[in-house]
């Protein structure tokens, strides 16, 4: 009798086995739980028929060899062929974007000798788009996404979206204008605490700078006062910095009055924080 329970004594765990088996456990799980890769498409914003730059990063715990996503493209927006390339995040990465269909845009990298990308965030790829004569706001909404680790497997924890943001109606474009017009810049953009509005006017003027938001209600109204033909920089009034929020887009209008106080040009950028 004493024989048998020491043979089935030799078969149970024992206290210290099972709280090390507990904690192994739970460290996988905790491991698991934790890991965050997340693809991201970042907002674009242009003006009817511009050429801009998009951008996708990854934000990643898990290192990764590879990525496809697949993203929808608005009526009267074009991919850019050839326009295509990794970031200096990428080694020895090959990027390549297709057009599947009339409007989906397919792209994918991978590493042919199985090389990871470097660092834990940042772009990923870069492309160009063509805007067409549209206006408004539209959703750049990612699907079909992977992100491929040394195994072929997809470690995707989630997705982001971006918006491109075209001119809405009723503004005029700085692009429409000859090159004698006004011009409006602002620096840098996205704005920090503090950023340079630089601008371009054809003859005597008084010059109003007006802060709008996206639903086009004003939120800023700042006089500069009389400027003679010429370009000028200075600081973006303080009170329109304070008036911005984060993750929200704005236009910055500016408009250049004549002596007997007519408006006379219209300008607008969009800026964001």
Same mark, same amino acid.
């Given at each position: 009798?004493?024989? &048998?329970?020491?043979?089935?004594?030799?078969?149970? &765990?024992?206290?210290?086995? %099972?709280?090390?088996?507990?904690?192994?456990?739970?460290?996988?799980?905790?491991?698991?739980?934790?890991?965050? =890769?997340? !693809?991201?498409?970042?907002? #674009?914003?242009?003006?009817?028929?511009?050429?801009?730059?998009?951008? #996708?990063?990854? #934000?990643?715990?898990?290192?990764?060899?590879? &990525? @496809?996503?697949?993203?929808?493209?608005?009526?009267?927006?074009?991919?850019?062929?050839?326009? /295509?390339?990794?970031?200096? *995040?990428?080694?020895?990465?090959?990027?390549?974007? =297709? !057009?599947?269909?009339?409007? +989906?845009?397919? $792209?994918?990298?991978?590493?042919? =000798?199985?090389?990871?990308?470097?660092?834990?965030?940042?772009?990923?790829? +870069?492309? @160009?788009?063509?805007?067409?004569? $549209?206006?408004?706001?539209?959703?750049? /909404?990612?699907? =079909?996404? /992977?992100?491929?680790?040394?195994?072929?497997?997809? /470690?995707?924890?989630?997705?982001?979206?971006?918006?491109?943001?075209?001119?809405?109606?009723?503004?005029?474009? @700085?692009?429409?204008?000859?090159?004698?017009?006004?011009? +409006?810049?602002?620096?840098?953009?996205?704005?920090?605490?503090? #950023?340079?509005?630089?601008?371009?006017?054809?003859?005597?003027?008084?010059?109003?700078?007006?802060?709008?938001?996206?639903?086009? *209600? !004003?939120?800023?109204?700042?006089?500069?006062?009389?400027?003679?033909?010429?370009?000028?920089? !200075?600081?973006?009034?303080?009170? %329109?910095?304070?008036?911005?929020?984060?993750?929200? $887009?704005?236009?910055?209008? %500016?408009?250049?009055?004549?002596?007997?106080?007519?408006?006379?040009?219209?300008?607008?950028?969009?800026?964001?924080?």
């Amino acid at each position: 009798m004493n024989s &048998f329970r020491t043979k089935q004594q030799d078969f149970e &765990f024992s206290p210290p086995d %099972m709280k090390k088996l507990f904690i192994l456990i739970f460290v996988l799980v905790l491991t698991t739980a934790g890991a965050q =890769n997340v !693809m991201i498409i970042h907002h #674009a914003f242009a003006r009817p028929g511009d050429t801009i730059a998009v951008s #996708a990063s990854i #934000a990643n715990t898990d290192r990764f060899i590879s &990525f @496809q996503f697949d993203l929808p493209l608005p009526e009267n927006v074009s991919f850019l062929t050839n326009s /295509i390339h990794v970031s200096g *995040r990428g080694t020895n990465h090959t990027a390549i974007g =297709n !057009m599947v269909g009339s409007n +989906l845009l397919r $792209i994918f990298s991978y590493s042919p =000798n199985n090389t990871a990308f470097q660092g834990n965030s940042g772009d990923v790829v +870069l492309f @160009q788009l063509v805007v067409g004569n $549209i206006r408004g706001e539209f959703p750049l /909404i990612l699907s =079909n996404c /992977i992100i491929g680790d040394s195994l072929s497997a997809n /470690i995707l924890t989630g997705a982001e979206n971006g918006l491109l943001s075209v001119f809405p109606l009723g503004f005029n474009d @700085q692009c429409d204008k000859s090159e004698d017009q006004t011009k +409006l810049t602002v620096f840098p953009n996205p704005v920090e605490d503090h #950023a340079t509005v630089s601008f371009t006017v054809a003859g005597f003027s008084e010059v109003d700078l007006i802060l709008i938001n996206q639903d086009g *209600r !004003m939120l800023v109204n700042t006089n500069l006062g009389n400027f003679e033909k010429g370009s000028y920089s !200075m600081e973006l009034p303080k009170e %329109m910095i304070v008036a911005l929020n984060p993750g929200k $887009i704005y236009y910055l209008e %500016m408009a250049v009055k004549s002596k007997a106080g007519q408006v006379k040009n219209e300008v607008s950028t969009v800026i964001r924080p």
